[in-house]
Each structure stands twice: as structure tokens, then as C-alpha cells.
């Protein structure tokens, strides 16, 4: 089991920080098709994602473009 007690959260309203402006309900449909990091609950109505995650799914996302591209 991976530790990420230390890993940075970041609440769905925040990631458009990382360049990800995908609406609340396509953030969900994608979660359930499991195309995107599952959240963490801080609460029944708040929620927020591990960054390495985040930072992980786009780095994939990169990475699979660069991998038709070549």
C-alpha cells in the first residue's frame, strides 16, 4: 500500500490550476468509467484529489499522444 500521507490534495474547483477545465459532471462520468483519479471525501459534499494522481493522469495523457505521434 502506497503512502500518501504527505501527498498535496486538490478540491475539484482547483483543477483548473492544472489545466483541467472539464465540467463537474464530466469529471464524474469519466471517475465511474474509471478514466480519472478517484477522489478523496473530506466530507459527505467536499472532495479532492491526490496531486500525483492528477499529476500521474496527465503525464499519461502526454505520453499517449507523444505515443501516436510517433
Do not use: H
Not at 3 to 28: E, V
Not at 58 to 70: I, T
Amino acid at each position: 500500500m502506497q503512502d500518501n500521507a504527505n501527498d498535496p490534495l486538490i478540491p475539484l474547483d482547483d483543477l483548473p490550476t492544472k489545466g483541467i477545465r472539464y465540467s463537474r459532471n464530466y469529471i464524474d462520468r469519466m471517475i465511474k468509467e474509471d478514466r480519472f483519479p478517484k477522489p478523496v471525501f473530506l466530507s459527505p459534499r467536499r472532495r479532492a484529489f491526490l496531486e500525483s494522481e492528477i499529476d500521474a493522469w496527465l503525464k499519461a495523457r502526454v505520453d499517449q499522444r507523444d505515443k501516436v505521434a510517433a
